[in-house]
């Protein structure tokens, strides 16, 4: 079936540098994209979405973009710090009542 | 607000043993969920609520129920445990349209 996949399973930045996680999609039909934080021991956190219709959001220190030609969504963070380390997922809507699908996490390894 | 709440945080059980997991919120959402997430992957919905009274099958229901108790709580219950149902297991609520999903702290399942 369609799925939510990310490209890379560890990335390790630097601490004052930008971070940049991606994501591949392949439902079309999905209206909303998702990016949430897992700390370890914890749930995951919201961090920002993006609607199908658009191609760029920003939040606090962090950019999604979204690239339907190809199906690729990325997280961009800015001046990233130790308080960033964390599983990062993509996710996506997949119907009406918010069911979420999710991909299998990238690891963000912030070094001093 | 306490947010979602789970109990127990950690659990052991042998197999065919029964459980339930307990889950609440406080924030008068309306839609409620339970994922698991196993080792290196992304979470799975396993069932959902979209309100008090009404329960549906997600992704991997099979060996689950669900009990929508109030619009506060929402159980999980393991009737004949499995070794495969070893896993971290999370509720989620959501506010009606709003896409963000607020995760508890998780339960950790093993089944011997």
């Known amino acids: 079936g369609e799925s939510v996949g990310l490209h890379l399973p560890t990335l390790s930045v630097q601490e004052g540098d930008n971070s940049i996680i991606n994501c591949a999609y392949s439902?079309?039909?999905?209206?909303?994209f998702i990016w949430y934080k897992q700390e370890s021991g914890k749930g995951p956190q919201f961090i920002i979405d993006?609607?199908?219709?658009?191609d760029k959001r920003q939040g606090q220190r962090v950019t999604v973009l979204l690239n339907k030609t190809v199906k690729h969504l990325s997280l961009q963070i800015a001046a990233t710090q130790p308080g960033d380390s964390a599983v990062y997922f993509c996710?996506?809507?997949?119907?009406?009542?918010?069911?979420?699908?999710f991909g299998a996490g990238t690891q963000v390894v912030v070094t001093p | 607000n306490a947010g979602v709440t789970q109990t127990p945080k950690f659990q052991v059980l042998k197999t065919g043993q029964s459980m339930t997991l307990q889950c609440a919120q406080d924030?008068?959402?309306?839609?409620m969920y339970w994922y698991r997430q196993d080792p290196g992957m992304g979470l799975r919905l396993i069932y959902y609520?979209?309100?008090?009274?009404?329960?549906d099958k997600g992704e991997v229901p099979n060996g689950y129920n669900v009990s929508r108790l109030n619009k506060r709580e929402f159980s999980l219950r393991l009737e004949s445990a499995a070794p495969s149902q070893t896993s971290v297991y999370f509720c989620?609520?959501?506010?009606?349209?709003?896409?963000?999903?607020?995760f508890g702290p998780g339960t950790r399942l093993t089944v011997l």
């Open positions: 989620a609520s959501k506010e009606g349209v709003r896409n963000e999903q607020f």
């Open positions: 609520s979209a309100s008090e009274g009404t329960t």
């Open positions: 439902n079309s039909a999905s209206d909303y």
């Open positions: 924030m008068n959402h309306n839609s």
């Open positions: 993006i609607r199908s219709n658009m």
């Open positions: 996710a996506e809507i997949t119907d009406s009542w918010g069911k979420l699908q």
